[in-house]
C-alpha cells in the first residue's frame, strides 16, 4: 500500500510538470496576463488583504454598541497561620489545691535516688502562666469564578462616529482593490504596447546593422584604393557603432520591460516570443478625437474611483473629528455594570462554607483634566481633516496636470507619427530613384545604403512616437475610464 502511494505522488508531480511544459510553450494573450496579474501581483493582493483588515476594524466598531462580557475562573491554595489564645488560669487554680508534692532528681546527686527534691504540687501551679498562645493553620484550596458584564448606555455619539469613521475607511479601501486592478492593467498594457514597438525597432535596427557593415566595407575598399578619404571610412565606422549600441540598448529596455511584466503577473521566464499582444491604433485615434472638456469633466468627476476614495478618506476624518470633539472632558460616559461572583473550599463541606453575590451599578466614566491631551487629540483630528480636504483638491489639481499633459503628448505623437510617413514615402520614392540610378550606373551602391539608413531612421522615429502615443493614450483611459465603444476587440 505504502509503495502504491508512492507510485501515484510520482506520477501527480510528473503529470504537474509535463503541464507546466505544456503552459510553458503556449502563448500568454492579453487575457492571460491580466488573469495572472490578478492572482498573483503583490500589490493587488496587498490590497485584498488591506480591505480585509478595514471590515474587521469596522467590526470592532460596532462591537462597542454590544456588552462586553468577561469571566475568570480559578482555583487557588491560600496558606492562612492564625494564633489562638489557650486559657490556662483555672489549671493553675486548680494545681495550686493540691496539697502533694513531686519529687524530682537532685542535680547535685545524680545517682542517689534519697537525695531526690520534694517539689510542693502547689508551687508547680503558681509556675503556669494564665494563658499559652497555640498556633493554627489552615490551608484548604478555594474554587473561584466571577463573571461581568458592562454595556454601555450613552456614549455622546463617539462610538456612532467611530463606527462611522471605519465604514469611509473600509470604502476606500474596496474602491482601491479596483483602482490598483485598473492602474496594474493599464502599466501591463503599457509595457505590452512598448514590447511589441521595440521588437519593431530591433527588426529595423538589424537591418541597418547590416546595411551600416556594408558601408563600412565599401568606405574601407575606396579608402584603401585612394577613391575615398580615411577619415569618412572612419566616419562609416562610428555610424556603424553608433548602431550597434542603439540596437543593444532597445534589447536592454526588452530584457528590463519582459522583467516589469514577469513581476506584474508572476510568471517567469517570460520572452517576447510568448506573448501575443497587438496594440489597437484605431483604439489610439478614437481616444484622439474624443473632447477633451468631457475626458477632464470624467477625470475629476464623482464616478471616479480616485475621487470616491479620497471622499471616503475626507468623511472618515471629518467622523474621527466628531469623535474627538465627544471625547472632551465635559462628556462622561454612562455605563451598566453587572457582576457575579462565587467562592467555595474544595473540601467536603464546600457548601456549607461557600459564598456567592451580584453587583449591579450605573455609572459615570470620564476624565477631569489629563495635561490637555483630549484637547491636542480634538486639534489634531481637525487637522486631519482639513488636510484630508487639501490632499482632494492636490489630487484634482494633479489629475487635471497629468490629464493635460498627456493630451498633449497624444497630439505631439500623431502631429510626428503624420510627419514620419510623409518622410518614409519620400524616402521610399527617392530609394527607389537611387536603385534605379544605380541599375544605370548613375550611383552608387554607397549611395543607396546612406539613403536606406536615412529611411530606415524615419521608421524607427515613427515607431518611437508609437511607443509615446501608446502610453499617453493608455494613461488617459485610467484617468478617465473612458474607453471609445468602437474600439476594436
Not at 565606422?237 to 503577473?265: N, W
Not at 471622499?311 to 462622561?332: F, L, V
Not at 453587572?338 to 453575590?357: F, H, L, R
Not at 489629563?370 to 480634538?378: A, M, S, V, Y
Request: proline share 3%; charged share 20%; aromatic share 8%.
Amino acid at each position: 500500500m505504502r509503495k502504491f502511494r508512492k507510485f501515484l505522488l510520482y506520477t501527480m508531480l510528473a503529470a504537474s510538470a509535463c503541464t507546466l511544459c505544456a503552459a510553458g510553450e503556449d502563448t500568454l494573450t492579453f487575457d492571460d496576463l491580466v488573469t495572472a496579474l490578478e492572482n498573483n501581483n503583490t500589490t493587488l493582493l496587498q490590497s485584498i488583504e488591506d480591505y480585509r483588515s478595514a471590515t474587521l476594524d469596522v467590526k470592532d466598531a460596532k462591537a462597542n454598541y454590544h456588552p462586553q462580557i468577561t469571566y475568570t475562573i480559578a482555583g487557588s491554595y491560600v496558606y492562612n497561620h492564625q494564633v489562638m489564645d489557650l486559657d490556662t488560669s483555672s489549671l493553675g487554680n486548680k494545681l495550686s489545691d493540691v496539697p502533694y508534692s513531686v519529687y524530682i532528681q537532685n542535680p547535685f546527686f545524680p545517682d542517689d535516688i534519697n537525695n531526690a527534691l520534694a517539689v510542693p504540687v502547689s508551687v508547680l501551679g503558681s509556675m503556669i502562666p494564665s494563658s499559652v498562645e497555640v498556633p493554627i493553620d489552615v490551608s484548604d484550596p478555594y474554587f473561584n469564578a466571577q463573571i461581568s458584564l458592562v454595556q454601555p448606555i450613552w456614549t455622546w455619539g463617539k462610538v456612532g462616529s467611530s463606527v462611522e469613521m471605519y465604514e469611509e475607511i473600509e470604502s476606500a479601501r474596496a474602491l482601491q482593490i479596483g483602482d490598483t486592478e485598473k492602474r496594474l492593467i493599464t502599466e501591463l498594457k503599457a509595457y505590452l504596447a512598448s514590447l511589441y514597438y521595440l521588437e519593431k525597432i530591433d527588426n529595423v535596427l538589424s537591418e541597418l546593422q547590416a546595411d551600416s557593415q556594408e558601408l563600412v566595407t565599401l568606405a574601407q575598399d575606396s579608402s584603401d584604393a585612394g577613391a575615398l578619404l580615411a577619415v569618412d571610412a572612419a566616419k562609416a565606422r562610428v555610424t556603424a557603432s553608433q548602431i550597434d549600441v542603439s540596437r543593444t540598448q532597445i534589447q536592454t529596455q526588452m530584457e528590463s520591460i519582459l522583467t516589469s511584466i514577469e513581476t506584474l503577473t508572476g510568471i517567469n521566464d517570460i520572452t517576447a516570443d510568448m506573448i501575443d499582444f497587438i496594440p489597437d491604433e484605431n483604439y489610439f485615434k478614437e481616444m484622439a478625437e474624443t473632447e477633451r472638456t468631457m475626458l477632464l469633466a470624467m477625470a475629476t468627476g464623482g464616478s471616479q474611483a480616485s475621487m470616491q476614495m479620497l471622499t471616503h478618506m475626507i468623511n472618515a476624518a471629518q467622523a474621527a473629528s466628531k469623535a474627538a470633539d465627544r471625547s472632551m472632558y465635559w462628556y462622561p460616559d454612562i455605563a451598566l455594570s453587572v457582576s457575579a461572583n462565587y467562592t467555595a473550599p474544595m473540601t467536603s463541606k464546600w457548601a456549607d462554607n461557600s459564598s456567592w453575590g451580584v453587583t449591579v451599578a450605573v455609572g459615570l466614566q470620564g476624565t477631569l483634566w489629563d495635561g490637555g491631551k483630549k484637547l491636542n487629540d480634538q486639534d489634531r483630528a481637525e487637522s486631519a481633516a482639513a488636510s484630508a480636504q487639501i490632499s482632494r483638491n492636490e489630487a484634482v489639481s494633479t489629475i487635471k496636470t497629468t490629464l493635460t499633459e498627456n493630451l498633449n503628448t497624444i497630439d505631439l505623437a500623431l502631429a510626428n507619427i503624420d510627419y514620419q510617413k510623409s518622410n518614409i514615402e519620400l524616402l521610399t520614392s527617392e530609394l527607389e530613384l537611387e536603385e534605379k540610378k544605380l541599375e544605370l550606373g548613375a550611383s552608387s551602391r554607397s549611395d543607396v545604403l546612406n539613403k536606406r539608413i536615412e529611411l530606415n531612421q524615419a521608421r524607427i522615429e515613427e515607431i518611437t512616437n508609437r511607443i509615446s502615443l501608446a502610453s499617453a493614450v493608455y494613461t488617459v483611459e485610467y484617468l478617465t475610464g473612458y474607453v471609445p465603444d468602437t474600439v476594436s476587440d
